[in-house]
């Protein structure tokens, strides 16, 4: 699933390492995410959404 997870990181001045750490997930997870080679759980994918306060279709997107 295509993603601007990068992209708000970047807005929001973190590391893959820092979003890993307040989501409570890898940094390898962030990345497999961010290169879409892994699709978030449901439960993950809102937990994002909230943490950069965005709907998840604003995250989260199939094109």
Not at 34 to 54: C, G, Q
């Amino acid at each position: 699933m295509k993603n601007k997870l990068k992209v708000y990181r970047a807005i929001h001045d973190l590391t893959q390492e820092n979003l890993a750490f307040k989501l409570g997930v890898t940094r390898a997870t962030i990345n497999a995410i961010e290169k879409e080679r892994y699709d978030p759980s449901l439960k993950l994918a809102f937990k994002m959404a909230r943490f950069f306060d965005v709907k998840i279709e604003e995250l989260f997107f199939d094109n």
